[in-house]
C-alpha cells in the first residue's frame, strides 16, 4: 500500500464492489441514447442507429427503474410503450406483438403506473396482459404468435414474469402453468442439451419477488439445485447463445446474453454467491465489457468484440443493481479490506500466489511455507543419512536420493523467500536459486562423489 491508504482502499474496494460508479456511467449512457420518433414518441432502439421501438424502450424503463433511476420524457416513453410499432417511417411492417414485446411491455407499463405516469383510468396494461395470457400454447409459450413455432423457455420466462408483475393476473391459471414449465425446464439439467440461457431465465422467473410466493417447496428447492448448476457452469458460460425460431415462415435466430442473464438469475435467487470464486470471475467478464471511454462511455458490449447496444446495457445495469443490493449483506469495510490484502498479497502473511494450473491458484503464506521448510529441512537431513548409510551398498541410489534432496530443498527455501519477500518478484526469485544450485549446489554434489 505504499501509494494509497487504508481509506482509500477500502473505498474503492466497497465501490468497485457496489459497482455503484459502472452503474452509474450505464444509466448515464442509457438516457442519452433516447431518440424522439417522427411522431413525437420517445424510446430505445437496439443500439444508436436503429430507431426507437416498443420492446427495447421497455427493458430500458424496467432497468432504470431497478436502478432507481428517474424516465427521461415519461409522456413520449409511455406514447411508445404503447404502440404496436416502430417508427412509421423506418419500416412499415416493423411490429412488436410476441409474447417477449408484449411481456416486456406489461413490466414497463406497470413500473410507469407506479411512478405515476400512467393517465388515470388507463388499460394498456391490462390489455397487454390478457394477450399474453391467451398467447399461450397448449406446449406452452412460443418466440412467435402465429405461424409455426414450438416451447420457448425465455418465451415462458418472459411471460411468467408479465403476468406475476400485473396484479389481476397473478392468480390465473396460465401463470401456475408458465411456472411448472419452468420448473420442468430446471429439471433438464446439464443433460438433454440444456442451454445455460435456458435455465438462466428460468431461474430468474421463478426467483422473481412476485413468482416466489407462488411457489411450492419441491419447486424452491428446483430453483436452488439450478442456482448450483449455474455457478458451476459460469467459467465456461458463452457470452451469447442461439435460439432458433420461424418469423412469418422463415428461419431466425434469438440472441440471448447468456453471461449477464446467469449472473441476474444467480443473485436474483441466491445473493449469498456474490462473493464464491466462480461468481468473481464471470462479474469481471462482464464489467470488463462496460465501454470506459469513447462516444459509447458508459455502455456495454454485447461480447468482448460485440457492439455496445441498449439490450447488453440493461441486462448490465440489472446485475449491478443486484449486486449493489447484496454486497451490504456479505460485505463490510474490514472484510473489504482483508480480501484486498489477501488478493494483493500486502503482508508476508497473507496468502501469495505461487503458481497457477488453467484456472486454479496456487496460494501459500509465510507461515505454511516455513512449516514446509522445517519438514522439507528434516526429510533432507534423514536422506542425506541414508546416503551416508547406503553408500557403498547403493551407490547409484545415493546419488539420485541427494539430488532430489538438493531440488526439493531448493524448492522449500524459494517458497520461504517468496512469503516472506511478497513484493520481490517470483521469477527473479526462482533464476536467483537456479543460479545458486548451479554454481554451488552442483559442484560441491560433483565434488563429494
Known amino acids: 500500500m505504499?501509494?494509497?491508504?487504508?481509506?482509500?482502499?477500502?473505498?474503492?474496494?466497497?465501490?468497485?464492489?457496489?459497482?455503484?460508479?459502472?452503474?452509474?456511467?450505464?444509466?448515464?449512457?442509457?438516457?442519452?441514447?433516447?431518440?424522439?420518433?417522427?411522431?413525437?414518441?420517445?424510446?430505445?432502439?437496439?443500439?444508436?442507429?436503429?430507431?426507437?421501438?416498443?420492446?427495447?424502450?421497455?427493458?430500458?424503463?424496467?432497468?432504470?427503474?431497478?436502478?432507481?433511476?428517474?424516465?427521461?420524457?415519461?409522456?413520449?416513453?409511455?406514447?411508445?410503450?404503447?404502440?404496436?410499432?416502430?417508427?412509421?417511417?423506418?419500416?412499415?411492417?416493423?411490429?412488436?406483438?410476441?409474447?417477449?414485446?408484449?411481456?416486456?411491455?406489461?413490466?414497463?407499463?406497470?413500473?410507469?403506473?407506479?411512478?405515476?405516469?400512467?393517465?388515470?383510468?388507463?388499460?394498456?396494461?391490462?390489455?397487454?396482459?390478457?394477450?399474453?395470457?391467451?398467447?399461450?400454447?397448449?406446449?406452452?409459450?412460443s418466440l412467435t404468435r402465429e405461424g409455426p413455432g414450438s416451447y420457448s423457455p425465455y418465451a415462458t420466462a418472459v411471460a411468467v414474469r408479465a403476468l406475476a408483475a400485473y396484479p389481476e393476473t397473478r392468480s390465473c391459471a396460465?401463470?401456475?402453468?408458465?411456472?411448472?414449465?419452468?420448473t420442468q425446464e430446471l429439471g433438464k439439467g446439464d443433460s438433454d442439451g440444456a442451454k445455460l440461457s435456458d435455465q438462466a431465465h428460468a431461474v430468474a422467473a421463478l426467483s422473481d419477488a412476485h413468482v416466489t410466493r407462488l411457489l411450492a417447496g419441491t419447486q424452491r428447492r428446483a430453483v436452488r439445485r439450478a442456482v448450483t448448476r449455474l455457478l458451476h457452469r459460469l467459467d465456461k458460460a458463452p457470452v451469447v447463445e442461439e435460439e432458433m425460431f420461424y418469423r412469418e415462415d422463415e428461419r431466425d435466430y434469438w440472441r440471448h446474453l447468456t453471461l449477464p442473464h446467469a449472473l441476474l438469475a444467480i443473485l436474483n435467487a441466491e445473493p449469498k454467491y456474490l462473493l464464491e470464486p466462480a461468481f468473481r470471475r464471470a462479474l469481471k467478464r462482464l464489467v470488463g465489457m462496460q465501454d470506459l471511454d469513447g462516444a459509447n462511455r458508459g455502455g456495454f458490449r454485447t461480447s468482448p468484440e460485440g457492439f455496445v447496444t441498449s439490450y447488453a446495457t440493461t441486462a448490465a445495469v440489472e446485475v449491478l443493481c443486484l449486486v449493489d443490493r447484496a454486497a451490504p449483506d456479505v460485505v463490510d469495510p474490514a472484510y473489504v479490506l482483508d480480501l484486498v490484502c489477501d488478493v494483493r498479497g500486502e503482508h508476508h502473511e497473507d496468502p501469495q500466489e505461487i503458481a497457477h494450473v488453467g484456472r486454479k491458484r496456487m496460494v501459500?503464506?509465510?507461515?505454511?511455507?516455513?512449516?514446509?521448510?522445517?519438514?522439507?529441512?528434516?526429510?533432507c537431513a534423514a536422506l542425506a543419512l541414508l546416503m551416508f548409510l547406503f553408500e557403498e551398498a547403493l551407490p547409484m541410489w545415493g546419488m539420485r536420493i541427494g539430488a532430489g534432496a538438493a531440488l526439493v530443498l531448493v524448492v522449500a527455501s524459494w517458497a520461504v523467500y517468496v512469503m516472506t519477500y511478497p513484493r520481490t518478484n517470483n521469477l527473479r526469485v526462482a533464476l536467483g536459486a537456479g543460479t545458486v544450485v548451479t554454481a554451488v549446489g552442483i559442484p560441491l554434489l560433483a565434488w563429494w562423489i
Open 2 to 141: 505504499a501509494t494509497e491508504t487504508v481509506a482509500e482502499v477500502v473505498e474503492t474496494a466497497v465501490s468497485s464492489v457496489g459497482s455503484q460508479r459502472r452503474r452509474r456511467e450505464a444509466c448515464d449512457w442509457l438516457v442519452e441514447q433516447l431518440r424522439e420518433t417522427t411522431d413525437g414518441a420517445a424510446g430505445w432502439g437496439w443500439v444508436a442507429d436503429v430507431p426507437p421501438n416498443p420492446q427495447n424502450t421497455a427493458e430500458v424503463v424496467c432497468a432504470l427503474t431497478t436502478a432507481g433511476e428517474p424516465i427521461p420524457e415519461p409522456e413520449k416513453v409511455l406514447r411508445l410503450l404503447e404502440t404496436d410499432t416502430a417508427d412509421a417511417d423506418h419500416k412499415q411492417d416493423w411490429s412488436f406483438t410476441s409474447v417477449i414485446d408484449m411481456g416486456w411491455r406489461v413490466r414497463a407499463l406497470q413500473c410507469m403506473d407506479e411512478a405515476g405516469h400512467m393517465p388515470e383510468g388507463a388499460t394498456s396494461t391490462r390489455d397487454l396482459a390478457e394477450e399474453v395470457r391467451e398467447a399461450k400454447r397448449p406446449y406452452g409459450w
Open 174 to 182: 396460465e401463470l401456475r402453468e408458465g411456472i411448472e414449465l419452468l
Open 364 to 379: 501459500l503464506n509465510s507461515t505454511a511455507a516455513f512449516i514446509q521448510a522445517v519438514t522439507v529441512t528434516v526429510l
